[in-house]
């Protein structure tokens, strides 16, 4: 089961890209930076507030940013930030505006990387907001958010209640929801795609489950040449969101 945040949970990010745009968009998140020597003029700004606001910052060695961080990957900065809040459904849509949109609701999908890399995808589209099961673990990490390249901070997570609930709730706005398949599926390219469109995203392997895709309006596919049987989940999500933001224009 998911285990709920809390308002004030910390999260730490690394990365340059999603660590300024984490600065730009909640500055007053921010809880302490460490950063390497090197970094300090293209960070001049997040120092500067560091300063202003009695917020810590601490210069390190290149080992040290790997032990905050986990992992070699964290191009020279790590920042401790508020974990941001997901949304519930009902508020969400209440304050979505009318028209044209396109949602994702990843239904099994585990992997940060493949989460960021489908956060930065869903930034790039304009995606309103992402959906997440209400018993996916499936949340926010630093490892997500530096694929993400600053995409995590531009879209919209949202914690669904019970399946059931939450289909009807987003028919009733209007929303058509289309699972993703391997086979079977109607040719991504053949036809109109709703105007207010719900992706269903499944793991690799085992897919979309298949109560969830019974109720989904259509299975949809992405024809290729057969000589592997799908794309990643990550690419996958870009496909179908471009040939929807194509379609629109």
């Keep these: 089961m998911t285990r709920p945040s809390k308002p004030d949970e910390e999260l730490r990010l690394f990365g340059l890209n999603a660590v300024k745009a984490a600065f730009a968009a909640r500055p007053g998140d921010l809880r302490k930076l460490w950063l390497v020597a090197g970094r300090m003029g293209e960070l001049r700004e997040v120092l500067a507030h560091c300063v202003a606001h009695r917020k810590g910052y601490t210069l390190v060695e290149a080992d040290e940013l790997a032990r905050l961080a986990g992992t070699q990957h964290h191009e020279g900065v790590v920042m401790a930030v508020r974990r941001p809040d997901e949304l519930p459904l009902s508020t969400f849509l209440r304050d979505l505006p009318s028209g ?146 194509r379609q629109r224009r």
């Design 100 to 245: 044209t949109a396109q949602l994702l609701w990843l239904d099994g999908v585990g992997n940060p990387h493949n989460f960021g890399a489908i956060l930065r995808s869903a930034a790039h589209f304009g995606v309103a907001g992402v959906l997440l099961p209400k018993a996916s673990p499936l949340a926010l990490s630093g490892a997500a958010v530096r694929v993400a390249e600053g995409g995590a901070e531009a879209v919209p997570l949202v914690r669904l209640g019970r399946v059931d609930n939450a289909i009807a709730q987003l028919q009733a706005c209007g929303f058509v929801l289309l699972a993703t398949t391997v086979r079977d599926g109607r040719d991504l390219y053949a036809g109109r795609l709703p105007e207010r469109c719900v992706w269903v995203l499944g793991a690799e392997g085992e897919g979309v489950d298949p109560a969830l895709a019974a109720a989904c309006a259509a299975r949809v596919g992405i024809p290729g040449t057969g000589r592997v049987e799908s794309l990643n989940v990550a690419s996958a999500t870009a496909v179908l969101l471009a040939e929807w933001t």
